[in-house]
């Protein structure tokens, strides 16, 4: 099964750091884990769109905000989430 | 070969400014720098439906593209990369914004959104506006101190680190004149709600 | 004009005299303040020959119209001269108290010629400079030093350096406020050259400003826009700068035991979320700032500022250590000792490599966190292999035949991001003036993060454009000076208006972009004038040829030569990297 995991801020609002979510899309992905954490739908995805700056990678490439997220995701694949952060 | 990531965004801005009203069928123009090239619009191409023989690449500083372009548009474009540190122009038609362009000298907008975002949009004026390296100046001029600006009649020009920053601007403004126009056709008194607003026509 | 004092301080160590004259106004229309006027200066005072451990450096301390003037983050300043490091011009940047002070003490520029006979610090205090001996506070760490010199800080601050600045070694820092540095490039070891332990500052001026209603109006514009912002208002405060070391990480770009590696294992043991969750007392904040970007952490042993990300990284993922705790201990050590961390950090990692393949007799293997503390005070002290390592990775690497091993541009340690993963940062670090560098442009914004938008880290085309975008605005920025995490939130336009309301000269956008350009070739100038060519403009051989063997990068090797050329013809220069005479025309340059 896919694993996804948060970061930053998002651990605190999802309440962990990482989970396995059984789904063959990235949309479906999203979609089960706004429904299993309320708070990701402000924080992440509405059900049709990413929020700003949200930085999602499948096994370490970025993911394309324009490409959309009706991507496929395998098995082992490993879905990383971050807020909106910045350093230097 | 026009990578086709920029053909698809040059497509996608295109199709969104024709379907929000902000060009009729042939009109405006976008462009993007590459380091010291460009790559734009095609002259007699559409934006609302841009095909991936409609955008040329071409110099900055010359044109050698070896295709007969829209000349008055591509001078403003090469003029503003030379003045300015843009790496994007979005130049379209909005209509509510030309409106409001023909009678006065700036645009303040009264809506939230715009205000953040915008603060004051001036208006510079050109006899001839297409075409001449007096409308390029004078537009690159303005875009020197304000992301987006309005040549009286004509349309505006907006600049941005990529497509999608300088369409943005030119949405936002869209939206505040169409705003302002409802509030003038509703004609109560304004009740301001934005702190310091009166600094906003002197940003 | 307001917002500058219009005032410079001479100090001339070989008499123990000073004398203050009026700032030339015209240079400072031109190059502001910090960088700019810093290096406008340099260019006069230190040409092609000096030596950057001799009498003939100088160190130019500069602040800005806008320091001191209370807009956020209005406390930083800078520090110009020659680099002891790499030979390039360099200047640092440097954030906490110091530099307001110096603006309210009535200086905008501070210069420091000559060198002392015996061991001296400075005390400038409402008017009055006095030279204090200095015997018993030399060899004395910083903490001790700033405490001593009666630090205060929103009242009395302390400028020092360490052990490791009076040994000259040269990837020494200048220490300020007792944690905040003006360390890349070594200006800590020219100042230990001149026997000047520190400089102490104390006023009661505030700076002018032109048009009180305009800048009233930028502070609450400014105050909105960094509260809306998630980097500045939530990222950074929770986090610190820490909160990269997961991202870069996952992405296949966190340079790891000396570059070797593009991934580390133990990242999420030394990120930012571990940092807040373990070792965190609070967030703290330079003067002026609403950010508080700045980590107080504890462990059993110590408790300090930091650790930044860049640090983290260099005494993590680059030598092989996971182990946060002894890397906030090395940090805190670092600083106290007076030395650059990245540097510091990278030199450990390469003399873990050399050791390892078996070109130098150590007991450094990658991954030995207990090792940490005693090669810092070695490198410090100057003791044993420390001595060499005390030089920097490129000296060290080149003394033992490998200078390959040396994961460094023009002889500065690179920070924390592969460019092996990132195409646009290769080029940064390549063209970097003082060397391989992350702060004069920062390709994270649009490679990484998404910010404005995200483009394709492997792409090379039109890369340029973006680099020298991000070169031109970091030069401005510097030397307003203004802290770069106010960039994330407010945009250059508000920069201009700022100055604009505070000086009363009207600054366009664009002439703060063109200034920063204005810097950028100043500075380019002077290092061709020290005999800096094309040549120098690379990336070590590791970067350029050995593609990672697994991660997301993997594969890749840094297109350097496409980018670099666009990047010269984008730049106006020609194809040796010289700026063109129009382009130093267009710029007002042409006189230099």
Same mark, same amino acid.
């Given at each position: 099964m896919p694993i996804v995991k948060f970061y930053a801020g998002l651990q605190k609002a999802a309440g962990i750091k990482?989970?396995?979510?059984?789904?063959?899309?990235?949309?479906?992905?999203?979609?089960?884990?706004?429904?299993?954490?309320?708070?990701?739908?402000?924080?992440?995805?509405?059900?049709?769109?990413?929020?700003?700056?949200?930085?999602?990678?499948?096994?370490?490439?970025?993911?394309?905000?324009?490409?959309?997220?009706?991507?496929?995701?395998?098995?082992?694949?490993?879905?990383?989430?971050?807020?909106?952060?910045?350093?230097? | 070969m026009m990578d086709d990531r920029i053909y698809q965004m040059f497509r996608e801005i295109g199709h969104d400014l024709y379907t929000a009203n902000m060009i009729s069928s042939h009109g405006g123009n976008l462009s993007i720098r590459l380091g010291d090239r460009l790559i734009i619009k095609r002259r007699g191409a559409m934006l609302g439906n841009l095909k991936p023989h409609d955008l040329i690449e071409t110099g900055i500083e010359?044109?050698?593209?070896?295709?007969?372009?829209?000349?008055?548009?591509?001078?403003?474009?090469?003029?503003?990369?030379?003045?300015?540190?843009?790496?994007?122009?979005?130049?379209?038609?909005?209509?509510?914004?030309?409106?409001?362009?023909?009678?006065?000298?700036?645009?303040?907008?009264?809506?939230?959104?715009?205000?953040y975002l915008l603060k004051k949009v001036p208006v510079v004026a050109e006899e001839f506006p297409s075409g001449t390296p007096e409308m390029a100046n004078k537009v690159a001029k303005a875009l020197q101190n304000y992301k987006i600006i309005m040549l009286r009649g004509h349309g505006s020009f907006a600049t941005g680190q990529t497509l999608d920053e300088a369409f943005h601007w030119s949405s936002t403004l869209e939206e505040s004149c169409q705003i302002a126009l409802y509030a003038k056709i509703i004609d109560e008194p304004f009740i301001e709600y934005r702190k310091m607003s009166e600094s906003y026509s002197k940003f | 004009m307001t917002g500058w004092c219009e005032k410079v301080l001479d100090i001339d160590l070989d008499t123990r005299s000073y004398k203050t004259y009026p700032l030339d106004m015209e240079m400072a229309r031109l190059f502001i303040g910090g960088r700019g006027l810093g290096a406008r200066m340099l260019w006069d005072l230190v040409g092609p020959g000096v030596d950057a451990l001799s009498p003939e450096n100088v160190l130019i301390f500069t602040a800005g119209p806008l320091t001191a003037t209370g807009y956020q983050t209005s406390n930083r300043f800078s520090v110009s001269t020659k680099s002891p490091l790499t030979g390039t011009i360099l200047d640092a940047n440097s954030g906490g108290f110091w530099g307001m002070q110096l603006k309210k003490a009535g200086f905008d520029v501070l210069i420091i010629l000559g060198k002392s006979e015996k061991p001296v610090w400075i005390e400038i205090k409402n008017g009055e400079i006095v030279f204090h001996d200095a015997a018993d506070l030399w060899g004395q760490r910083v903490r001790a030093v700033t405490a001593k010199l009666g630090q205060n800080n929103n009242r009395r601050n302390v400028l020092c350096i360490g052990p490791a600045g009076e040994n000259l070694s040269r990837i020494a820092a200048i220490m300020n406020d007792g944690e905040r540095s003006l360390a890349r490039g070594g200006p800590?070891?020219?100042?230990?050259?001149?026997?000047?332990?520190?400089?102490?500052?104390?006023?009661?001026?505030?700076?002018?400003?032109?048009?009180?209603?305009?800048?009233?109006?930028?502070?609450?514009?400014?105050?909105?826009?960094?509260?809306?912002?998630?980097?500045?208002?939530?990222?950074?405060?929770?986090?610190?700068?820490?909160?990269?070391?997961?991202?870069?990480?996952? $992405? *296949?770009?966190?340079?790891?035991?000396?570059?070797?590696?593009?991934?580390? !294992? =133990?990242? +999420?043991?030394?990120?930012?979320? &571990?940092?807040?969750?373990?070792?965190?007392?609070?967030?703290?904040?330079?003067?002026?700032?609403? $950010? *508080?970007?700045?980590?107080?952490?504890?462990?059993?042993?110590?408790?300090? !500022? =930091?650790? +930044?990300?860049?640090?983290?990284? &260099?005494?993590?993922?680059?030598?092989?250590?996971?182990?946060?705790?002894?890397?906030?201990?090395?940090?805190?050590?670092?600083n106290d000792l007076g030395m650059d961390t990245i540097s510091a950090g990278s030199t450990i990692a390469c003399a873990m490599e050399l050791s390892e393949k078996g070109y130098i007799e150590s007991d450094l293997r990658f991954g030995r966190a207990e090792l940490l503390a005693p090669m810092l005070e070695a490198m410090a002290y100057r003791r044993d292999l420390g001595a060499d390592m005390a030089n920097g990775s490129l000296r060290l690497a080149t003394k033992y035949g490998h200078p390959e091993l040396s994961m460094s541009v023009k002889g500065l340690e690179m920070p924390a991001y592969d460019p092996r993963g990132m195409q646009g940062q290769g080029l940064l670090f390549a063209t970097s003036n003082r060397g391989g560098c992350h702060m004069r442009g920062n390709m994270l914004g649009?490679?990484?993060?998404?910010?404005?938008?995200?483009?394709?880290?492997?792409?090379?085309?039109?890369?340029?454009?973006?680099?020298?975008?991000?070169?031109?605005?970091?030069?401005?920025?510097?030397?307003?000076?203004?802290?770069?995490?106010?960039?994330?939130?407010?945009?250059?336009?508000?920069?201009a208006r700022v100055l604009s309301a505070v000086t009363g000269l009207q600054y366009a956008t664009n002439e703060l972009f063109r200034i920063g350009e204005r810097v950028w070739n100043l500075e380019r100038l002077y290092n061709l004038r020290e005999g800096f060519t094309r040549k120098d403009d690379t990336l070590p051989a590791r970067l350029l040829n050995e593609a990672p063997a697994e991660g997301p990068s993997k594969g890749w090797v840094v297109q350097l030569e496409p980018m670099l050329k666009e990047y010269y013809r984008g730049r106006g220069w020609d194809e040796n990297g010289v700026p063109k005479p129009q382009k130093l025309a267009e710029l007002l340059l042409a006189d230099l």
């Open positions: 990482e989970i396995s979510i059984p789904s063959a899309t990235l949309h479906a992905t999203l979609d089960s884990l706004a429904a299993e954490f309320p708070p990701l739908k402000q924080l992440v995805w509405d059900g049709e769109t990413l929020r700003p700056h949200i930085v999602i990678t499948i096994n370490g490439t970025h993911v394309d905000p324009e490409q959309g997220v009706n991507i496929p995701v395998m098995p082992d694949d490993l879905i990383a989430i971050f807020p909106p952060i910045a350093g230097g | 010359k044109n050698d593209s070896g295709v007969a372009l829209a000349s008055t548009e591509l001078l403003v474009h090469r003029t503003i990369y030379m003045n300015t540190p843009a790496l994007a122009v979005v130049h379209c038609h909005p209509r509510t914004a030309i409106a409001f362009s023909l009678s006065r000298d700036e645009i303040v907008p009264i809506d939230n959104e715009a205000s | 800590g070891a020219v100042m230990g050259s001149k026997n000047l332990k520190a400089i102490v500052v104390e006023g009661k001026e505030r700076p002018e400003i032109n048009d009180p209603e305009r800048f009233k109006f930028m502070l609450y514009e400014t105050r909105k826009l960094l509260a809306a912002s998630p980097l500045t208002s939530q990222a950074l405060p929770e986090f610190g700068t820490v909160v990269m070391m997961n991202i870069v990480n996952n $992405i *296949g770009a966190l340079p790891t035991r000396n570059h070797q590696q593009t991934q580390f !294992e =133990g990242a +999420e043991a030394i990120s930012g979320e &571990a940092l807040t969750e373990k070792y965190l007392v609070k967030n703290s904040s330079c003067w002026a700032c609403p $950010i *508080g970007c700045t980590r107080i952490s504890r462990t059993d042993k110590v408790e300090g !500022e =930091g650790p +930044e990300f860049e640090t983290t990284w &260099a005494f993590g993922a680059q030598c092989g250590i996971d182990n946060l705790e002894a890397i906030i201990e090395a940090n805190v050590l670092c649009p490679e990484v993060l998404g910010l404005p938008k995200l483009i394709d880290r492997f792409q090379v085309k039109g890369k340029s454009s973006f680099v020298i975008l991000h070169q031109n605005s970091s030069a401005a920025i510097d030397s307003l000076v203004v802290c770069k995490f106010t960039n994330l939130g407010v945009a250059e336009e508000y920069f």
